[in-house]
């Protein structure tokens, strides 16, 4: 199975500040149709996870564009250029390139 | 507007069964993979399970392998995740959600299931 990690556990940020969070699998998720399986979510407090982040990079619709994935193969990272008071909550990166699909074991971000 | 409502969780004794339903809605349900995620105490993610949209294929985590089953009714637009031999680290809330674009992209609200005698 593929692991994942996410570094850091926890992140105080401040507003208008920016914030990164790291994820690495323990193979690469690029699969040969060219396409990175590697997503990224955000759970707000009370709620259930959305979408922020799909195939790497792409933004899913609705997110603000303070937010943004890079990374290719093992490591990726996801952004948040200004931090604002509503992105606060869990982030988790998670794998989709093969069963048994697999989760970060999150980030939590919370205002200083 | 996507709506997926997840429903049939509850308190059961360790080796008894569960049958979760996830009504959908709001888009063409027949024409996507489904997928149950756990969340544990600690808010932990766990993936448990993803169907094809015409349950031809599915996949389980090995730790639910040989006891949980995932089916669903297309012409009900209802996804279905029937468990047995229910142990205390099934507990957490269950979400279905929708798969597209390589991503869950919608999530339902969740039903809870505790195992515990």
């Known amino acids: 199975d593929i692991v994942m990690t996410q570094s850091p556990g926890s992140l105080p940020v401040t507003p208008g500040e920016p914030a990164s969070i790291s994820c690495r699998s323990t193979q690469s998720l690029l699969h040969s149709n060219g396409h990175t399986y590697l997503d990224w979510y955000l759970q707000k407090p009370g709620q259930s996870p959305q979408l922020l982040i799909y195939?790497?990079?792409h933004r899913a619709s609705g997110v603000p564009d303070r937010f943004s994935g890079s990374g290719s193969g093992t490591d990726f990272t996801l952004k948040i250029s200004r931090v604002e008071a509503e992105d606060v909550g869990l982030y988790y990166c998670m794998q989709t390139l093969q069963a048994p699909h697999t989760f970060g074991p999150g980030t939590k971000v919370d205002i200083k | 507007e996507v709506q997926l409502v997840e429903s049939g969780g509850g308190l059961v004794q360790p080796g008894g069964s569960l049958r979760l339903s996830c009504a959908a809605s709001?888009?063409?349900?027949?024409?996507?993979?489904m997928h149950w995620v756990r969340q544990v105490p600690g808010k932990r993610l766990v993936w448990v399970s993803r169907?094809?949209?015409?349950?031809?294929?599915?996949d389980y985590a090995d730790s639910v392998k040989g006891r949980f089953t995932i089916s669903r009714d297309n012409s009900q637009n209802t996804l279905y995740l029937h468990m047995f031999s229910l142990r205390a680290e099934d507990t957490g809330l269950y979400y279905c959600?929708?798969?597209?674009?390589?991503?869950?992209?919608?999530w339902g609200q969740g039903t809870v299931v505790t195992v515990s005698s």
């Open positions: 195939l790497g990079s």
């Open positions: 169907i094809n949209s015409d349950a031809t294929e599915r």
């Open positions: 959600a929708r798969h597209s674009m390589g991503a869950l992209d919608f």
């Open positions: 709001g888009f063409t349900f027949s024409s996507h993979w």
